[in-house]
């Protein structure tokens, strides 16, 4: 038996989390979710995910500061991080922060699935 792929949502928006986290289900994944920094944070250390999904505008810590401190701290520097941004400037941001990949809002599930699988076939 397989063992699940986790992965962690970090999104302040509801109805983007609940849309996302049943599509990552339905495509056999194990999904956590948070909606602000601080809880990004937490869940990173005690869920350990495989891959982590970040929206850089939430609540408390930015997404960039998320990204920036996952990628310092040793424990989490080889998990992907996708990150989500409506801004123009994405890959400027993907670029600064050092995470694995950008995506763009809105963007298409099936484009943010297929980016997901293929971050996790790297690390195989």
């Known amino acids: 038996m397989q063992v699940k792929k986790h992965i ?60 920036l401190r996952l990628k310092k701290d040793k424990r989490f520097e080889n998990i992907p991080i996708i990150i989500m941004t409506a801004s123009h400037n994405a890959e400027v941001m993907y670029r600064e922060t050092g995470a694995d990949d950008y995506i763009q809002k809105p963007y298409e599930i099936q484009e943010l699935l297929a980016k997901v699988q293929r971050l996790l076939q790297k690390i195989k």
């Open 8 to 67: 962690l949502i970090i999104e302040d928006e509801q109805d983007i989390i609940k849309i996302a986290a049943f599509r990552f289900r339905q495509a056999g994944y194990e999904v956590s979710t948070a909606s602000d920094g601080e809880t990004a944070l937490e869940l990173a250390g005690s869920k350990n995910p495989d891959l982590i999904i970040l929206d850089l505008n939430i609540p408390k810590i930015t997404g960039k500061n998320v990204c």
